[in-house]
């Protein structure tokens, strides 16, 4: 993982898990006509870069 928090919170989750302190959730089926799934390439990894994002006022994030 790049980041290290992110790397500690999987490692927190995966010990919860192993503890017996685990919630089964249902899975989200996402519409695959939606805005954002021609976004990614399934099965490969995509870098952000460091430069800070800039969220439009304008910009939909819905479908």
Do not use: F, Y
């Not at 685990?22 to 899975?27: A, T, V």
Request: charged content about 25%; aromatic content about 2%; overall charge positive.
């Amino acid at each position: 993982m790049r980041s290290p928090a992110n790397a500690r919170r999987l490692l927190d989750a995966m010990e919860r898990l192993e503890a017996g302190q685990g919630h089964p959730h249902d899975l989200i089926e996402t519409d695959r006509t939606c805005c954002w799934s021609g976004t990614r390439t399934p099965g490969k990894a995509t870098a952000g870069g460091s430069g800070r994002t800039v969220r439009s006022a304008s910009a939909s994030t819905s479908c």
